[in-house]
């Protein structure tokens, strides 16, 4: 089956807006800006036997407040998840997977090397899609992560925004760099992950037009370089 992954604009708004607060202000005593966040996504699911194709249709995302986030991972609360999954059912809502970020500081990792490796799940993410997978006991079971990146540059640059490829957005930000990516993951022959074909629909992004106005820059405080301050413009 082939799973269609569609985001309105409201859910990517919340992932926008979940993804910079975790980048850029400071949380509690932590030493540095540019922590990763993760969430839960919901909406409505739509099978086409005929077309051999899975519909899910992203309506909001809900930001894990009990997850642990750190600069290169993040920790989320099973019973949080499961207790949410619950209350949306009880609304007419599925809980359809999870998203996280990976955010880069302009000193941590070259432009390039973030289209090639950070804006693609690690092998830390790999470990714990596999065992989310293990968790249903199913050789049908799926789970659907989104990703996204935020890289902070010096400047502004549209230069190659657009879609990467059926699954991946690149887009600007002010003066961060933005990749967006949705893919399902499927158990194997041998109980170990694979991809299922996943497609990413964003009319929003397809669009492509307020993200191009000015925004206000963001750029290490006076003196640290690693804690981010957001100046409008």
Known sequence: MKHIVQINQ????????????????????????GIEFHGTVYGDISINNSKKTITHKVQFLSADTSA????????????STDLKESL???LGYYQLGMMHSHPYLSDEMPIEEVRERGAHYSEGDLESFEWQLNRYGSDEAYHLEILLTIKQMERFNSAKDGRIDENSFEFSVGNSKCFLRAQVFTKDLEDGI??????????????????????????PKPG????????PV
Do not use: P, W
């Open 10 to 33: 409201q859910a990517l708004t919340q992932m926008l807006l979940s993804g910079f607060e975790a980048f850029v202000i400071k949380h509690g005593n932590y030493k540095r800006s």
């Open 68 to 79: 642990v986030m750190k600069s290169g991972s993040v920790e989320f609360n099973l019973e």
């Open 88 to 90: 949306a059912e009880q």
């Open 194 to 219: 694979a991809l299922a074909e996943t497609a990413l629909e964003c009319d929003f992004l397809e669009a492509y037009q307020h993200l191009e106005a000015e925004f206000g820059r963001i750029k």
């Open 224 to 231: 640290r370089k690693r804690v981010l301050e957001y100046k």
